[in-house]
């Protein structure tokens, strides 16, 4: 019973990483690619035939096997993160967010965009 349960919920963790991969297609503040490395990691846990299909995305799939096989963001994912990231924390330090909320979320980013930043691109 809890390897069932355990399954059903690396597929609802895969569903929801790829529902927010789709809602950073359209939305520039959220990063797609982290997401869909998610659902391929959650899918893979949970739902081979939602893995393969994710791997055989002609969008999604390069992205997946490039970081599978190389451990490599591509260049532009990277610019395109760190400047959401930077615009994110500009826009709470305009909306004069309190200084715990900017330093918590600005570790946070930094600690972000200094692991992507630490990978190879191509």
Do not use: Q
Request: aromatic share 12%; proline share 7%; with cysteine.
């Amino acid at each position: 019973m809890t390897v069932r349960s355990g399954k059903t919920g690396f597929r609802v963790l895969a569903y929801i990483s790829i529902g927010l991969a789709a809602i950073g297609v359209v939305l520039p503040l959220l990063p797609t690619t982290p997401f869909v490395l998610l659902a391929a990691f959650f899918a893979s846990k949970g739902s081979p035939a939602f893995a393969s299909w994710l791997e055989e995305h002609p969008s999604f799939g390069p992205a997946i096997r490039d970081w599978r096989r190389n451990r490599v963001i591509p260049l532009r994912a990277k610019v395109l993160a760190c400047g959401m990231m930077l615009l994110s924390w500009g826009i709470l330090f305009a909306m004069g967010a309190a200084t715990v909320v900017l330093a918590i979320s600005g570790t946070f980013l930094a600690g972000v965009a200094s692991y992507l930043l630490t990978r190879p691109s191509y």
